[in-house]
């Protein structure tokens, strides 16, 4: 059963933004959208179809840290009235269905605000989405702060997302324009914005991630959903910079801009380990992964003790032990060097224990 808030309009909304989500992730197509403002908490981008002015408007922030958690305000659309605002982020469920909740945000210096929002199905990729619908774009949008630290939203008491984000008045003056039918022709593409801060392509390195530390033993994967798997790319000028760094035996307290753009994160697909870096150029890059795995241990505890006699002389004591299995964690980081030879080409990569090789650190 539909559950009530949940319209035709609604759902036709639903399908709208997952479309959206996915074509966006790629950069070059044509619904990629283009950045209205980049700061140090992530990145505004602005999609504005085209030959539907004031439709299919939408205001995306993409954060910069480590969960890569997204959150974008959708417009009305030529098929649907509705507007919304949507999150992405690994921590949020994806039911086969749509699921009305009711969600609590948190943010600071604010008592915690209750609404209805719904858990949206099949989006794919790794983690959900969580929509949140409004009457008014333009009135919500004029409610929200331009900068907000560490806002979190919790559904069933558990924390499924949070975004810290800044430059929401300029996403905020694009998105007004866009409703208003005024073309944004400022601001770079998605692709363009990239390549300032890292390598930019047409390849593809692809494979899957996993520990496995005996030959019989089972084969561990890291979380889905997680950022276990990492690279570097290997230019002449990285290699320098970290000559000079060893040499030093300290790392820097900050890392150059052109050093940084060097070091890419990626997020596990799925159960098996899988992990994905598009629109990379040719060129030798270290994979890296680093996650926790499970080993089984063995425990023992003298509980009891027997002392034996022969006759009424004392030989010796025999040791009652209690003995048990338990699960423990343990790090494991290991790499693998690997090279693209021309640009559009894909290489399929299995990054596993057998492949180790240390850089920075070594377990």
């Known amino acids: ?8 309009a609604l759902l036709v909304l639903l399908a709208a933004t997952g479309s959206f989500t996915a074509k966006s992730a790629t950069p070059g197509t044509e619904d990629e959208g283009r950045l209205i403002t980049r700061n140090a908490d992530g990145a505004w981008f602005l999609q504005q179809p ?13 954060s910069a840290k480590k969960e890569r958690a997204e959150m974008a ?7 649907s009235s509705t ?24 943010q600071e210096s604010l008592p915690p605000a209750t609404m209805r929002g719904a858990l949206m199905p099949g989006a794919g990729g790794a983690g959900g989405f969580l929509m949140v619908p409004v009457g008014d774009l333009k009135q919500t949008m004029a409610s929200m702060r331009p900068r907000e630290t560490n806002m979190k939203v919790r559904v069933g008491g558990v924390d499924v997302f949070g975004l810290s984000y800044d430059g929401l008045d300029q996403a905020r003056s694009a998105m007004l324009d866009c409703l208003a039918g005024k073309r944004f022709t400022g ?15 047409t390849s593809t390195i692809t494979g899957t991630a996993f520990f496995k530390g005996a030959v019989l ?34 790392m820097p307290d900050a890392i150059p801009e052109r050093i940084a753009r060097h070091f890419m994160v990626t997020t596990i697909l799925d159960d098996q380990g899988s992990f994905r870096f598009t629109n990379m150029p040719a060129g030798e890059y270290l994979l890296i992964a680093d996650f926790s795995y499970k080993e089984t241990v063995t ?3 003298v509980v009891g003790r027997t002392d034996v006699y022969a006759g009424n002389q004392y030989i010796g004591s ?34 596993d224990k057998s492949m180790l090789g240390c850089f920075f650190v070594c377990r």
């Open 50 to 62: 085209e030959g539907s002015p004031g439709k299919g408007c939408v205001a995306r922030f993409t």
């Open 299 to 301: 425990r023992s505890e």
């Open 1 to 8: 059963m539909t559950p009530r808030f949940l319209t035709p």
């Open 217 to 250: 033993a089972r084969k561990q994967y890291p979380p889905k959903g997680s950022q276990a798997v990492g690279l570097i790319w290997m230019t002449d000028e990285f290699k320098q910079w970290f000559e000079t760094v060893k040499q030093s035996q300290k």
């Open 318 to 351: 025999n040791d009652h032990l209690s003995v048990w299995f338990e699960d423990v964690k343990k790090p494991a980081t290991f790499s693998k060097t690997v090279h693209i030879r021309k640009d559009g080409e894909t290489l399929q990569v299995t990054l």
């Open 73 to 79: 305000l959708v417009g009305p659309s030529a098929k």
């Open 83 to 106: 507007a919304a605002i949507l999150m992405h982020g690994p921590r949020i469920a994806t039911p086969p269905s749509a699921q009305e909740v009711s969600i609590e945000v948190q």
């Open 187 to 201: 601001g770079k593409s998605l692709a363009e914005a990239t390549a300032e801060i890292r390598p930019v392509g």
